[in-house]
């Protein structure tokens, strides 16, 4: 059996608000394996925060069960629970020297006070942020708040920590240090990390797993990569990166996972079909990411080596180009109403200024870049 | 009229009415501060005067001040200074009980408002600011009344006649004192991320454990500046205390209204400015305490 740190088995969660009742989480069930880095992603409102406070404790599921290294978690107060939290405003004690707001937990767990200051200057060490026990909160920068949240919560050795949105009140820069560092400090020390965020950039870069969630459903959960590549829902491939849907009609299943799928302007595509597509043909949407698409004049450039039937190839007008830095953004048309987006590196900036706006040009793409998912 | 022209007729109207306008917002606050302060002023400064009558300042003088505390007034006087320390000793009594008690439950009522989900809380919210609105007379009047239905239960009930004293002085301030504690305490509870309670929890603090480490020491300050602002009213009160007080209980603003009831003697404007000072300071500690930035604590 694999050793789960954390388990989510068909978890409700429903909000009195006003005399009516808010499903703030909807039939949840995942597996977090020990040692993951665990996203949960989606936009606020969707119930990542209190997927959160349901593992913490602050909060108690309307039906379903908890289970935390195997234990039910029912009846467990958020202080008896081995989790741990960093919060989003950091929620430091402001009374409390910084020192002190590490050894708090320490103290807590009844660990003699010389000892407590030991592990209290290790786990500043560990947060790079050594010398500031005697300062109050106040008196740290945000980024050096944060530091000290995560001090504190490492401090007590958690079988899970559980991070809210931790960088969301740090500028981009410092973000992104962050996110480099958070991670490292993960794979250091080895603890399973639940991170909820929105920011989808942040979930691909530091997650094994990301969780997308909406209106309280999980959604998909997977790698960054099989989020990224093959979403199975509209709303996640939505939520994830920029794409293309094109609208179109299913007219053939075939039994590789691939499908026919027949555009509005009368063409016939093969497209790859998503786990969660829909039992009967009709109405489908074909996702394609924009950096998937390539653009060529001559159409013998696409002969690389891989095979010609596996590859989409169609007469499109080029309407308009966008310059954005590392890429250029190009709006292309198919026939009279499809509208697809493609992006290209600036690599060769020569082949890009061969591109006049108002040109017939191919696009072309390898069918396996490409998800057939329910409109 | 055409768009875009400008209709001087309602720039000079609306020029007139500004002007009008900031005149009003400069003698406003003059004349407020005024009418506050000039009966107050006029106290203080006769206090200081060296004649007996309020007819004309004829100089600077401390005797009144001296009076008071070696016992020498007129004769037409029944000021003793033994019985007005005894008075004040009533005053500092019956404020520090009451304020104690009142301290403890409106800490208490401000918590369960600030945290506690139960019925009939918004109710209770109203209620907490009843002491604050109506009217003192009205308050003094039904305690007086509810003393005496307890003490004629008690009466019927154990067949001992009890009469009022420091216990029903103290029940009524702290009555009425609860209220301000509570609203104070609670503007604190309010400014508090309650985060840092959650966060207590889940670094292993128990409700008990989370209260003291962490939820009192950052309401303390706003829990002080309560029991100020109650200590300060009990003082201060008259008019409760009045109709509360039994024989030999007078508080000193009761026994500076005996005193006036012969005469308005420069003793009592020299009492009235002591106590005057003495409720300024603590307002002023209280109203520190309540300033004090909740994240810096």
């Given at each position: 059996m694999p050793s789960y740190d954390v388990e989510l088995k068909d978890i409700v969660k429903d909000f009195e608000s006003g005399g009516g009742s808010v499903r703030a989480v909807d039939h949840v069930s995942v597996e977090i394996a020990d040692g993951e880095f665990f996203a949960l992603l989606?936009?606020?409102?969707?119930?990542k925060t209190t997927t959160l406070r349901l593992i913490a404790g602050f909060e108690q599921p309307t039906a379903g069960h908890i289970l935390i290294r195997g234990r039910?978690?029912?009846?467990?107060?958020a202080y008896h629970r081995p989790v741990n939290t960093v919060f989003q405003d950091y929620a430091l004690f402001p009374h409390l020297t910084v020192e002190q707001n590490i050894m708090f937990g320490l103290q807590m767990e009844g660990v003699h006070k010389r000892e407590a200051l030991k592990l209290a200057g290790e786990s500043l060490e560990m947060v790079r942020l050594p010398g500031v026990g005697e300062r109050k909160p106040h008196q740290l920068s945000g980024g050096q708040q944060q530091r000290v949240a995560l001090a504190r919560a490492l401090v007590k050795q958690p079988a899970v920590l559980l991070l809210d949105e931790p960088l969301g009140a740090l500028d981009l820069k410092l973000r992104k240090n962050m996110q480099y560092e958070l991670k490292a400090l993960q794979r250091d020390v080895g603890i399973t990390f639940i991170y909820v965020t929105h920011d989808q950039e942040e979930a691909i870069t530091m997650a094994d797993r990301i969780a997308v969630m909406n209106e309280g459903v999980m959604l998909q959960v997977g790698t960054p990569k099989e989020i990224y590549e093959h979403p199975q829902t509209h709303f996640v491939a939505d939520f994830i990166g920029e794409t293309n849907f094109i609208a179109g009609a299913l007219i053939e299943r075939g039994a590789d996972g691939y499908g026919s799928v027949r555009l509005q302007d009368g063409s016939v595509i093969r497209a790859q079909l998503s786990e969660t597509l829909g039992g009967s043909a009709g109405a489908v949407t074909v996702a394609i990411r924009p950096e998937r698409i390539g653009i060529s004049t001559i159409p013998k450039a696409l002969e690389g080596g891989t095979n010609p039937s596996e590859i989409t190839m169609l007469e499109a007008l080029l309407v308009d180009s966008q310059y954005i830095g590392t890429d250029t953004r190009f709006t292309l048309r198919i026939g009279e109403s499809i509208e697809l987006v493609a992006r290209l590196q600036n690599v060769n900036e020569r082949e890009h200024a061969a591109l006049r706006i108002g040109q017939k040009v191919k696009v072309f793409w390898q069918d396996s870049s490409t998800t057939v998912l329910d409109r | 009229m055409r768009q875009g022209l400008i209709n001087e007729g309602a720039m000079g109207r609306n020029r007139v009415i500004r002007r009008l306008g900031s005149a009003g917002l400069w003698l406003n606050p003059v004349f407020a501060y005024f009418f506050l302060w000039a009966p107050i002023l006029i106290l203080v400064l006769f206090s200081f005067n060296e004649s007996r009558s309020v007819a004309s300042f004829t100089g600077f003088t401390l005797k009144w001040y001296s009076n008071i505390l070696n016992n020498?007034?007129?004769?037409e006087s029944a000021f003793s200074t033994e019985i007005m320390l005894n008075a004040f000793r009533n005053s500092l009594f019956v404020g520090t009980v009451a304020t104690a008690i009142s301290t403890v439950l409106g800490t208490m009522i401000a918590l369960a408002m600030a945290r506690g989900r139960f019925r009939g809380k918004r109710l209770l919210d109203g209620l907490l600011f009843l002491p604050v609105v109506i009217p003192e007379i009205t308050q003094a009047i039904s305690l007086a009344i509810f003393f005496k239905v307890v003490f004629d239960w008690v009466a019927l009930i154990s067949g001992e006649r009890m009469f009022p004293g420091f216990h029903t002085i103290i029940a009524a301030h702290v009555t009425f004192n609860i209220s301000y504690v509570a609203i104070v305490a609670r503007a604190r509870l309010a400014d508090m991320n309650p985060q840092l309670e959650e966060a207590a929890n889940d670094l292993g603090a128990n409700p008990w454990q989370t209260f003291w480490r962490v939820t009192f020491p950052l309401i303390l300050p706003g829990v002080i500046s309560g029991a100020l602002l109650a200590f300060t009213l009990s003082l201060d009160d008259f008019v409760i205390t009045f109709f509360t007080a039994g024989v030999g209980t007078s508080t000193l603003p009761v026994f500076v209204y005996g005193l006036l009831k012969l005469t308005v003697t420069p003793e009592v404007n020299a009492i009235s400015t002591i106590m005057m000072v003495l409720s300024t300071i603590l307002i002023g500690i209280s109203l520190a305490m309540q300033g004090r930035n909740a994240s810096r604590a």
């Open positions: 989606g936009p606020s409102g969707c119930g039910a978690m029912e009846g467990i107060p | 020498v007034m007129g004769a």
